[in-house]
């Protein structure tokens, strides 16, 4: 299962999810090798995930793209026509937006590393894996623009650089070059590089450009090369700094890193972006899923008065 991912280029999130799936279809069939299981077996699970679970129909096809994905490309084994399983109805919410004042509220709360971080969230669109993930060559101060690599289907993209962000980016700049200076002269300084870089440039590991933008405190060794490495921080401290600037704010609603990316969207829509712009922005492939936010821009139940203000 793991080749079979790691070959496809798959996110290691996907990849966790699926073996979570595939692990939990194994043992509510007493253990038993899937490969002695069929189309039956697979439904049993589904209906005791809706059931006895109550889980979601967005989980439900998580659960069922993971078996099926373990028929098809490990076992390499037919388990049938899928299409009577893959109709789920699901639930079609609409994302929380923020107002320009609620988003101002919440980031002049928020200070450091951290308000840097949701300030992207909001300023350019990004996804919170995006963000952190940044490195110090995807930041064109001089452009104004920030290229997206690390993105959800592998596909990158460029974002503009909100002029409001660049003096404090530039700060930041300079405060992780020290880091990194600091990092050598301790032997450090080392940083992970995606696919096989490392064979190709074998020194750039140890060069600025290709350090993560937004560091963590603490550094590891690695098993095999022995390097200290210094990754990137985790998603949980911003989700942890904006959760506690959302409180502070007093919004008493259901905001997430994700919120911010929703408001960006929405915002530009209102602001009379062409779609197909917005479309690129957020890294869409189908201009179906931006679609969404007309839905929430300059929403037409704000505007229409009820009868009852009439009584």
């Known amino acids: 299962m793991h080749l079979a991912i790691v070959r496809r280029h798959y996110s290691p999130r996907t990849e966790q999810s699926y073996r979570h799936w595939i692990k939990q279809y194994i043992f509510f069939h007493n253990k038993q090798h899937p490969k002695y299981l069929d189309k039956s077996h697979i439904e049993q699970f589904l209906n005791h995930l809706a059931l006895n679970k109550t889980v979601a129909a967005a989980t439900q096809s998580q659960a069922l793209n993971a078996i099926v994905f373990l028929y098809k490309q490990v076992l390499k084994q037919e388990v049938g026509e899928m299409d009577d399983l893959r109709q789920i109805k699901r639930f079609k919410n609409l994302p929380t937006i923020l107002s320009t004042t609620e988003v101002k509220n919440i980031l002049d709360r928020m200070q450091g590393q951290t308000g840097i971080l949701a300030s992207l969230l909001y300023g350019g669109g990004l996804r919170i894996f995006e963000s952190i993930t940044l490195r110090v060559q995807d930041v064109d101060l001089a452009n104004k623009l920030i290229t997206v690599r690390n ?42 590089l995606p696919d096989a870089l490392h064979r190709k440039y074998p020194k750039a590991n140890i060069r600025f450009e290709w350090q993560f933008l937004f560091p963590s405190n603490t550094v590891r060794r690695d098993a095999t090369t022995h390097q200290v490495r210094r990754w990137h921080c985790a998603g949980s401290t911003l989700q942890k700094a904006l959760r506690r600037a959302v409180q502070q704010a007093q919004i008493h609603k259901r905001v997430t890193c994700h919120t911010l990316r929703h408001s960006f969207a929405t915002h530009l829509l209102e602001s009379g972006t062409d779609i197909r712009t917005i479309q690129e922005l957020m890294g869409h492939s189908s201009v179906k899923t931006t679609m969404i936010y007309t839905h929430v821009a300059n929403n037409k139940a704000q505007k229409t008065k009820s009868p009852f203000d009439a009584l």
């Open 151 to 192: 993105s959800k289907g592998r596909k990158a993209r460029v974002v503009p650089l909100p002029e409001r962000l660049q003096a404090r980016l530039q700060q930041h700049m300079t405060w992780r070059q020290q880091l990194h200076v600091d990092d050598r002269l301790r032997g450090w300084g080392y940083v992970i």
